[in-house]
């Protein structure tokens, strides 16, 4: 079973950046890995996945501004997150299984303001 360690989160005013990070026990290069986020009082909505190629695809509203990629080496997963919005405040987690995720790690929480 995967556990998962996301970090990179904090403060940040809009505008700024943020790069996450999720450091995977296991390997995980034959997955496709998503990043999902949660704000409170909202339901967990995907933001990006990219697949055991590398190719990623990302939500519409986070599209142009973020860019996920995958060190399968390192079995690490990132998000570099640029031109941060309020909106962007949720806690974010990665996750295998890009269409039925099935471990998740504790989230790192992201706050723009």
């Known amino acids: 079973h995967v556990q998962l360690v996301e970090s990179g989160g904090g403060l940040v005013q809009p505008g700024g950046s943020l790069r996450l990070s999720c450091a995977a026990s296991d390997a995980t290069a034959r997955y496709c890995m998503a990043w999902f986020r949660q704000a409170p009082g909202k339901q967990r909505e995907g933001v990006a996945t990219i697949d055991a190629e590398g190719t990623a695809s990302y939500a519409e509203s986070v599209k142009g501004r973020f860019t996920t990629s995958r060190d399968n080496a390192q079995k690490k997963l990132y998000l570099q997150m640029d031109n941060l919005k309020t909106e962007d405040t949720a806690k974010y987690y990665c996750?295998?299984?890009?269409?039925?995720?099935?471990?998740w790690g504790q989230g790192t929480q992201v706050t723009v303001s």
């Open positions: 996750a295998p299984g890009c269409v039925v995720p099935w471990a």
